[in-house]
């Protein structure tokens, strides 16, 4: 198993990029959001790598975060979902952005992704749901549905009285991020109770 490579960089063109180390050059896949961050042909990498046997090909896919390397190891766990589906989303979409989807199970930011229709995106919602990582850093304005970083206590607070993710992210909408604990969570708890 190859778990990780460290050399030049040789050669990148999107989604593809080939690294030499030891006399030898390695292919890998690679997501838009890694490509992006890569350093310049020349320059020495790191990339976490998984590595796929089929039948008819060795596949190796790199990644420059465990996190990116970690949520394509749970896509492709989905019955249907394959390498490239599961680079299709962390190309179009931050693994924040996904993990907001999955805690708010809203179909229609994974739809947009090419490859993806409404029962996939439906059915990747379902099977991720808890296995994802809650998203970090992620401003309520700036991805719709997520929760500001001093919000993350409040919305797991009104989960653990049994609220719905969809009913308490709604809640947390109109509360202001600064809030103290107490105050945000009594405004959200208001906020449920007329809704």
């Known amino acids: 198993m190859i778990g990780r490579i460290?050399?030049?960089?040789?050669?990148?063109?999107?989604?593809?990029?080939?690294?030499?180390?030891?006399?030898?050059?390695?292919?890998?896949?690679?997501?838009?959001?890694?490509?992006?961050?890569?350093?310049?042909?020349?320059?020495?990498?790191?990339?976490?790598?998984?590595?796929?046997?089929?039948?008819?090909?060795?596949?190796?896919y790199g990644f420059l975060s465990t996190t990116e390397r970690r949520t394509f190891r749970e896509l492709i766990r989905i019955s249907g979902v394959g390498p490239r589906i599961a680079l299709a989303l962390l190309s179009g979409m931050s693994v924040d952005e996904l993990s907001a989807a999955v805690l708010a199970q809203?179909?229609?930011?994974?739809?947009?992704?090419?490859?993806?229709?409404?029962?996939?995106?439906?059915?990747?919602?379902?099977?991720?749901?808890?296995?994802?990582e809650a998203p970090v850093g992620l401003s309520a304005g700036g991805v719709p549905g997520a929760v500001a970083g001093g919000q993350d206590d409040?919305?797991?607070?009104?989960?653990?009285?049994?609220?719905?993710?969809?009913?308490?992210?709604?809640?947390?909408?109109?509360?202001?991020?600064?809030?103290?604990?107490p105050e945000a969570i009594r405004r959200s708890l208001r906020v449920l109770a007329k809704g």
Not at 36 to 47: E, F, I, R, S
Not at 165 to 171: F, K, S
């Open 6 to 60: 460290r050399g030049t960089l040789i050669e990148k063109s999107p989604a593809l990029v080939l690294v030499e180390t030891g006399g030898l050059a390695y292919e890998l896949e690679v997501p838009m959001s890694t490509f992006c961050d890569l350093p310049a042909v020349g320059a020495n990498v790191v990339l976490l790598t998984h590595y796929v046997v089929r039948e008819d090909a060795h596949l190796l």
């Open 106 to 132: 809203e179909p229609a930011r994974l739809v947009r992704i090419p490859g993806i229709g409404k029962k996939t995106a439906e059915r990747l919602l379902l099977e991720l749901k808890g296995r994802l």
């Open 154 to 181: 409040v919305l797991r607070a009104l989960l653990a009285l049994g609220y719905v993710e969809r009913e308490a992210l709604a809640a947390l909408r109109d509360i202001p991020a600064d809030l103290p604990l």
